[in-house]
């Protein structure tokens, strides 16, 4: 059976880098609280790498550690390892990482939780490679987001995928025997001229609906045309249509508390890209 979600990446793995904008900025967010954690990390694991974009950058803050980039997608990889050919690359599943018990110093995930079926079951894998001593330091998308587009469908089918909220994903952690989480969230806003354009954005990020069922025919385009035109209520002042996007970062350690000095959460606010 061929994974969605692989299917979908690997789609889009050459022109990627174009449209990902949203996830280069989540991802300079995510490096910026890595900063604070006073550690000489030797064995990083980037989950969800896609591209390279922030292996890239881990591979700048810490040149002397030996980095594994894992996505499910192998097109992606191959995109990656064109940019970092001194880096390691692996194409696996996150619930079933080939990593050995407790080798590694600081994991890293940026936007890749809200893809999975089984958040705890990652988390628990996450745990397994972590030494007590190390690290993790992940974002994953909110229930907020694109609310607008959820709220535009006047059908009964769900077009746009369930996320998680913070207390859940606090929850997973925690059972997963991870340290201290923390976790704090952020909104970010998009906007478009037009309602499709957001979705061709969506398309070529390789976004997919995994509760999507197939429709087709007359009521499926007039189900289309009635989200285009429910969508128009939310034109703000400048005639442009919004797409929020909510964020949710967290940070967990091993087993054994390190000597870190304190993170800060900071002040929820809104960004427009």
Same mark, same amino acid.
């Given at each position: 059976m061929v994974n969605k979600t692989s299917q979908a990446f690997n789609h889009v793995a050459t022109t990627y880098d174009q449209w990902s904008?949203?996830?280069?900025?989540?991802?300079?967010?995510l490096l910026e609280r890595i900063q604070w954690l006073k550690i000489n990390p030797q064995r990083i694991l980037d989950i969800g790498a896609g591209t390279g974009y922030l292996t890239k950058k881990l591979s700048q803050q810490y040149e002397n550690a030996d980095i594994y980039a894992i996505?499910?997608?192998?097109?992606?990889?191959?995109?990656?390892?064109? !940019? $970092?050919?001194?880096?390691?690359?692996?194409?696996?599943?996150?619930?079933?990482?080939? *990593?050995?018990?407790?080798?590694?110093?600081l994991l890293v995930s940026n936007l890749m939780l809200q893809w999975c079926d089984d958040i705890q079951m990652v988390f628990t894998e996450f745990a397994r490679v972590l030494k007590p001593n190390g690290a993790i330091f992940f974002s994953t998308f909110g229930p907020d987001?694109?609310?607008?587009?959820?709220?535009?469908w006047t059908d009964d089918v769900a077009h746009v995928n369930s996320f998680l909220d913070m207390h859940n994903v606090g929850d997973a952690l925690l059972q997963a025997n991870l340290a201290d989480p923390v976790l704090d969230v952020d909104?970010? !806003? $998009?906007?478009?001229?037009?309602?499709?354009?957001?979705?061709?954005?969506?398309?070529? *990020?390789g976004s997919h609906n995994n509760n999507s069922q197939n429709r087709s025919g007359l009521l499926g385009k007039n189900n289309f045309q009635a989200m285009l035109k429910a969508y128009e209520k939310y034109r703000n002042s400048d005639g442009l249509l919004p797409a929020t996007y909510e964020v949710i970062y967290g940070h967990a350690l091993g087993k054994q508390l390190p000597s870190v000095d304190t993170i800060p959460i900071k002040q929820v606010k809104f960004k427009k890209y």
């Open positions: 904008n949203l996830q280069k900025a989540v991802g300079e967010d996505d499910i997608a192998l097109q992606m990889l191959k995109q990656a390892s064109q !940019q $970092l050919p001194s880096q390691h690359f692996v194409c696996a599943d996150a619930t079933q990482l080939p *990593i050995a018990n407790a080798s590694i110093d987001t694109l609310h607008e587009l959820r709220q535009s909104w970010f !806003q $998009l906007t478009y001229k037009e309602a499709k354009h957001l979705l061709l954005d969506l398309k070529n *990020i």
